[in-house]
């Protein structure tokens, strides 16, 4: 249950909004950085799960670089603190403005999907007699066992360069000029439960290295991505993702060769449990088959259910009553504006608030204006 004590506040603001528990994001950083630490492992936050503004300045004095997949993101990294030298920048679909800028700022690394995009770079970087420092984003073949929309790391997807190209990628790249490659990149996906997953990652990732290796190829960086799932089912007693067993498996499977740096890209496991999204119900509607608790948010607030089928966990902060089993729904004219269907709930009434529980990653950054609703705004738990 989420903690109490806020209840009463959340009373007084308008519904829908996201909650942001600050201790909670604290921790859960802290644990993730102190973790990697213990290996000398570097984790770059991916903003893509979040770039609220004030959970970026908190990660950033925690310790953690940046992971950007647009030149937005770059930018608003930039803006709440996170040095360039510590940004990572991912996509297929790099534009000339976002490469330009990405060069402007002197990123980190730019990781790579394509042939077309390097020979793209190193005409933009040499247009501003720069080199820039790249990484090849592999398509390493491996299933992450997860919703078919968050898989990437597989041959049909549109992500990363495959084994068969490699020979042409390395001559190509060894024959331009302003591009120095420094890393491989991988990322597999994304809510990966199935600890074993990251060891068959780390066994593709040894064989790639080698084939590069053999090639001449010595690189000083390798980036594994990120990816680690948490627990929607359990916000409760799973808050803090098991950092401590995933970066185990890295260092035990994960051969790094001297003076090597690995670089994480974790976005859900360091956010996902410190948001809810906070709603009211509007109406319970009883009909012959089912009985509707009908929301104020919608999938315009928090679309993963209708995206993904994703779960979020619902919970009656207002209402200590027996449990029933409702469908909770939202007031949007789409079927797949449903929050839950036969979920257990305490007996609920017209203006009880509800919190969706786990909504810190991929949430309130999708939320969109569909039906011209407004955009839900965020609050926190150090300033309410
Ligand atoms: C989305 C993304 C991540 C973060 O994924 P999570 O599942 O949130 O950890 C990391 N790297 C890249 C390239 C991504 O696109």
Request: hydrophobic residues 35%.
């Amino acid at each position: 249950m989420l903690n109490q004590s806020f209840t009463e506040k959340f009373k007084k603001i308008q519904t829908p909004f996201y909650f942001y528990d600050i201790e909670l994001l604290k921790k859960t950083a802290q644990t993730a950085i102190a973790e990697a630490e213990k290996y000398g492992y570097k984790i770059h936050y991916a903003l893509k799960a979040n770039s609220n503004r004030k959970i970026l300045k908190t990660l950033k004095t925690i310790g953690f670089g940046a992971d950007c997949v647009s030149a937005n993101e770059i930018i608003r990294a930039a803006e709440c603190g996170f040095d360039a030298k510590h940004i990572a920048y991912a996509g297929v679909g790099k534009t000339d403005r976002e490469i330009n800028t990405a060069l402007d700022f002197g990123i980190f690394t730019f990781n790579c999907e394509s042939l077309p995009e390097i020979e793209n770079i190193n005409k933009l970087a040499a247009e501003k007699g720069k080199t820039a420092d790249i990484a090849i984003r592999i398509n390493p073949n491996v299933d992450a066992h997860t919703h078919e929309y968050i898989t990437t790391g597989l041959e049909e997807n549109k992500f990363g360069i495959s084994e068969w190209q490699f020979d042409e990628v390395i001559n190509k790249i060894k024959s331009l000029t302003n591009v120095n490659l420094i890393s491989l990149h991988f990322h597999i996906g994304s809510q990966i439960t199935d600890m074993k997953v990251f060891e068959v990652l780390c066994s593709r990732v040894n064989q790639i290295q080698k084939i590069f290796e053999n090639s001449g190829i010595k690189l000083p960086h390798l980036n594994v991505g990120g990816g680690l799932g948490v627990d929607y089912q359990n916000p409760d007693t799973n808050q803090i993702v098991d950092f401590k067993s995933y970066f185990e498996i890295f260092n035990k499977h994960l051969h790094l060769h001297d003076n090597q740096q690995l670089h994480f890209e974790l976005g859900r496991a360091i956010v996902g449990q410190c948001g809810s999204l906070i709603t009211q119900v509007v109406y319970v509607k009883h009909g012959r088959q089912k009985s509707f608790v009908i929301v104020d948010g919608g999938m315009s607030d928090l679309i993963r259910p209708a995206l993904y089928k994703a779960y979020h966990k619902p919970e009656n902060l207002t209402s200590a009553k027996a449990e029933q089993i409702y469908d909770i729904v939202g007031p949007i004219c789409e079927s797949s504006d449903c929050f839950a269907k036969n979920e257990k709930l305490n007996e609920t009434q017209r203006g009880d608030l509800i919190a969706i529980r786990s909504a810190g990653a991929y949430c309130e950054i999708m939320a969109s204006q569909y039906n011209l609703r407004e955009l839900p705004k965020a609050y926190y738990s150090d300033e309410i």
